[in-house]
């Protein structure tokens, strides 16, 4: 079965070498220090390890079950559960008026990543709580706030965020559940929703549903949407589970993946609902947790590949099979380990390069989104704003691509279910799905993001980019090496964003069409940009007599890797871009 260490050594490096997070001028960064986020980030390790991993395959296997309108969650998921409640972890950037420490975003997404690699599916029920927990915080009444968030914030009651219906799922505007007002300004709400993750279960006292419904007699479409607050039982005066409310679970699906997660269809017969925020602004209330919820997503993607990676790697080692081209390396074997094999070389640097660069991409983002909200930096909300859906859609589709590589790496035992890595596949895979799926992430880059603020905030990122370049180009190697290719990438990725520019006010196809490509660009740049800014602080660090000189001249070796044969990706995605809209469109609907 996989195992899993968390990758504490390199959350440490992009931390402090690279983010260089404690000398940052955001309040709350002052408390990361070295020791502070070692300890943190040992402590996510060890309950990772030693108590969610080993119950990934267990709630594969036995997924969960309806009873008698009762859900179960597979074996052992409750006990870890309450593990998870006792450290503290629930509530790690939760406000510390409602019970959380309110430690730094920038924390809790590299602990995301340790928890999520360990066990997806598990992870998602306090996940989703923090989703709810955020809408609330952002948008409650005073009154609340103090009912729903000391419970939120300690997973005692949990959270789920409910948008889906049957006949929609990316055009909310559709929507049919409603909300009638009743006389004590509560509302009744009746409708289904489906795919709703940890919809129900046996982990905890309470399920608060966020619900989005329309009052009849408001705007049509999206803008006649709005949030509401759906206990599963109603609270009580004195703030204990009340009454059971009037919504039931219809049924679990049967899925692809993240099986230990109840993903279910939830039917609401006029349940008793409080109106979240104000009426007709449901999505707006969405939209201010988006950038969380869509990093969140992507940092699960990139953590299915981690997770893949590192038992990928030791069975790369351990496998033998077949001898080096170039002369035995194993010469008392009856063959070499795997790792000899350059293809198998080529495998193993695509994944190790995509994971080390993309967890400081997400690192970065949680960054972002620190300034943005702790120091107010308007710059920082709309350069963070801009790569949401380069961080969403780039993360899980790489992410989930680097499991099927690691998957063929054990050949036939990573597709049969013994050695557990066809579970990593098939949880990676909804990610891509979810959290508007990623065409729909390719669509608002382009169709909403790229122009958005007048296009300063990509102005901000090109020129952040170029002056990091300019700063960096005295040293040759990093030069030719680092500076240069990135210099090219992110011309090209200027050279598409004219192209959209120039075209895409003729016909909106022209920009659509290349809207999937163009996020892929993107995101190739924000990795290169990544490894640059790795490079230059591993040979900070070894100019500085590092003690551990391999650590950081394997870093430049990897960063080699992914600049020479990654980065070139760019040249092919914008060839397509620029090849317009034609190519895509010229088919008639009815000759496919
Ligand atoms: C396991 C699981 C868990 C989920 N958890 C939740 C949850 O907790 N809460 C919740 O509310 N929902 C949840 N969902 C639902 C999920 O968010 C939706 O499935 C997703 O948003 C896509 O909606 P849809 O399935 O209706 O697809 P559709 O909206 O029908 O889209 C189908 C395809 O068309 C594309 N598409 C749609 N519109 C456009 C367009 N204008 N231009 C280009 N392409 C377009 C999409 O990218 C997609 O590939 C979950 C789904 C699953 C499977």
Redo the contacts with the bound molecule.
């Keep these: 079965m996989p195992t899993f260490t968390a990758p504490v050594k390199d959350m440490q490096f992009i931390l402090h070498d690279v983010l260089k997070a404690s000398e940052q001028d955001v309040p709350g960064y002052d408390e990361l220090d070295r020791d502070f986020t070692s300890a943190i980030l040992e402590e996510a390790g060890k309950l990772a390890g030693d108590v969610f991993a080993p119950l990934n395959a267990v709630g594969d296997q036995e997924g969960v079950r309806l009873e008698n309108g009762v859900v179960y969650t597979p074996k052992g998921f409750k006990e870890a559960f309450d593990q998870f409640r006792e450290g503290g972890w629930t509530g790690l950037d939760c406000d510390p008026e409602y019970g959380g420490q309110g430690l730094p975003y920038l924390l809790s997404t590299a602990t995301g990543e340790i928890f999520s690699a360990s066990n997806m599916a598990f992870m998602m029920y306090p996940g989703?709580t923090h989703g709810a927990y955020s809408a609330i915080h952002a948008h409650g009444s005073d009154e609340q706030k103090q009912t729903f968030l000391p419970k939120m914030v300690t997973c005692e009651w949990t959270g789920?965020?409910?948008?889906?219906e049957p006949h929609?799922?990316?055009?909310l505007g559709l929507m049919r559940t409603k909300a009638e007002p009743q006389d004590d300004g509560s509302y009744k709400i009746t409708g289904q929703?489906?795919?709703?993750?940890?919809?129900d279960h046996d982990m905890s006292d309470n399920v608060i549903h966020l619900v989005l419904a329309k009052i009849p007699g408001g705007p049509d479409g999206i803008k006649g949407v709005s949030l509401f607050i759906v206990p599963k039982f109603i609270v009580n005066d004195d703030n204990t589970p009340g009454a059971r409310n009037s919504l039931s679970v219809g049924k679990i699906?049967e899925?692809m993946g993240?099986h230990g997660?109840a993903?279910c269809v939830m039917n609401y017969d006029g349940a008793t609902g409080y109106l979240l925020g104000e009426a007709h602004k449901g999505m707006r209330a969405m939209f201010t947790m988006m950038n969380e919820a869509r990093l969140g997503v992507g940092m699960q993607g990139l953590s299915q590949a981690t997770v893949a990676y590192e038992n990928a790697l030791a069975y790369a080692k351990d496998r033998l099979q077949g001898r080096a081209v170039t002369g035995t390396e194993n010469p008392d074997g009856p063959a070499d380990p795997l790792i000899v094999h350059p293809d198998i070389r080529r495998s193993l640097m695509d994944q190790k390069s995509f994971v080390e660069g993309a967890r400081a991409f997400g690192l970065w983002g949680a960054e972002l989104i620190d300034r943005a909200h702790r120091s107010k930096d308007a710059e920082a909300e709309g350069l963070v704003s801009l790569m949401t859906p380069v961080l969403k859609g780039f993360l899980t589709d790489q992410g989930f691509d680097m499991t099927v590589l690691a998957q063929q790496i054990y050949g036939g035992h990573g597709y049969i279910e013994e050695w557990g890595m066809s579970q990593f596949t098939r949880d990676a895979r909804?990610t891509m799905?979810?959290?508007?799926?990623?065409?729909?992430q390719a669509?608002d880059l382009v169709g909403r993001k790229l122009a958005s603020g007048g296009g300063k905030p990509a102005m901000a990122f090109f020129e952040e980019i170029k002056s990091f370049i300019k700063a960096n180009s005295d040293d040759e190697e990093l030069k030719t090496q680092f500076m240069d290719p990135l210099k090219q990438a992110s011309k090209q990725l200027q050279e598409a964003a004219m192209f959209f520019m120039a075209q895409g006010m003729k016909n909106p196809n022209e920009a659509?069409a290349g809207s999937y490509d163009f996020m892929h660009l993107f995101g190739h740049v924000c990795l290169g940009y990544m490894w640059a800014r790795m490079a230059v602080a591993a040979k900070a660090a070894l100019a500085a007599g590092a003690e551990d000189k391999d650590f950081y001249e394997t870093k430049l070796v990897t960063g080699r890797y992914y600049m020479a044969r990654r980065l070139p990706a760019c040249a092919m995605h914008v060839a397509r871009i620029t090849s317009g809209a034609d190519p895509v469109m010229a088919l008639d609907a009815a000759n496919f």
């Design positions: 989703l789920t965020m409910n948008l889906t929609c799922g990316t055009d929703k489906i795919f709703i993750s940890a919809g699906e899925k993240i997660n993903t909804i799905i979810y959290e508007g799926a990623n065409g729909v669509l659509l």
